[in-house]
């Protein structure tokens, strides 16, 4: 069964950070699937984040998070991070990972193959 699993949210102070994980499992993240970080805050849209290909090219779709959040994966572990620095309460959100096979990363609202249940991010004091 196609999994993705994720971790590491939480609450955590302004300026704070935290790392969260995304662990595949029934499939392989290296056979040419791409993992894009969405995020959804209460009363609003769902957006991507941030995005990175089967061969470690990423790109982050959301202009607020760049030079903040930064994505990466290990391939032994099949697992995909996004860590996320200087938080912001407007970063709170539930993040969801999800994946789509392709080489590249393509836009967010083009849909993806596999979601996970997300794992929520408060940022408050």
């Known amino acids: 069964q196609l999994q993705l699993v994720e971790s590491g949210g939480g609450l955590v102070q302004p300026g704070g950070s935290l790392r969260l994980s995304c662990v595949a499992s029934?499939?392989?993240?290296?056979?040419?699937?791409?993992i894009t970080w969405f995020r959804q805050a209460p009363g609003k849209e769902r957006e991507g984040v941030s995005c990175?290909?089967?061969?470690?090219?990423?790109?982050n779709w959301t202009d607020s998070v760049k030079g903040r959040f930064t994505i990466s994966r290990d391939n032994a572990k099949n697992t995909v991070y996004l860590q996320m620095n200087s938080l912001k309460p407007e970063d709170t959100a539930v993040y969801y990972c999800?994946?789509?096979?392709?080489?590249?990363?393509?836009?967010?609202?083009?849909?993806?193959?596999?979601w996970g249940k997300g794992t929520p991010v408060t940022v408050s004091l």
């Open positions: 999800a994946a789509r096979r392709g080489y590249v990363c393509y836009d967010p609202r083009l849909g993806m193959d596999y």
């Open positions: 029934g499939f392989t993240l290296e056979d040419y699937y791409y």
């Open positions: 990175i290909s089967s061969s470690g090219d990423s790109i």
